[in-house]
């Protein structure tokens, strides 16, 4: 499944057709793959930092508790595995800050597709994770 919602993001980036994709996915277990997905955004966490994370505790619960269609569900499960696994077009390991060009590029782009699906509820999940995996932020006046 990873792999077609990975190609369904590039055909779509790409504006190709995608229809036969979707097909493939249209049944999917999305409650499993946001559980695995989870796991890794975890891992993430704890080099990215609070603000890299939260795009992708957007991604997440828009994917698990937002109303998307197959498609996006599909384009965020792919977006959240792009910029969460090291292993990707411009690795960020071996090419530094070029190597986060091509997440930040997917992250932006997939966030354009769903913004209209984060909730104010979304919102609040997603600060009250970070708060409680980071800490509370201090504000500056």
Avoid at 102 to 111: I, K, L
Wanted: with cysteine.
């Amino acid at each position: 499944m990873l792999t077609i919602c990975l190609l369904l993001l590039l055909y779509s980036m790409l504006k190709k057709p995608v229809d036969s994709l979707v097909d493939k996915v249209k049944d999917a277990d999305w409650k499993r793959a946001a559980g695995s997905a989870f796991k890794k955004i975890v891992a993430y966490s704890g080099k990215a930092g609070r603000e890299a994370t939260r795009i992708v505790l957007r991604f997440y619960y828009a994917l698990t508790d937002g109303d998307l269609s197959s498609t996006d569900k599909a384009l965020v499960y792919a977006g959240i595995i792009y910029i969460v696994v090291p292993h990707d077009l411009l690795p960020k390991k071996t090419l530094g800050l070029i190597g986060l060009v091509d997440d930040a590029g997917v992250a932006a782009w997939v966030y354009k597709k769903i913004r209209k699906s984060i909730s104010p509820a979304i919102e609040q999940k997603v600060n009250d994770t970070l708060n409680d995996w980071f800490g509370y932020e201090v504000s500056v006046s």
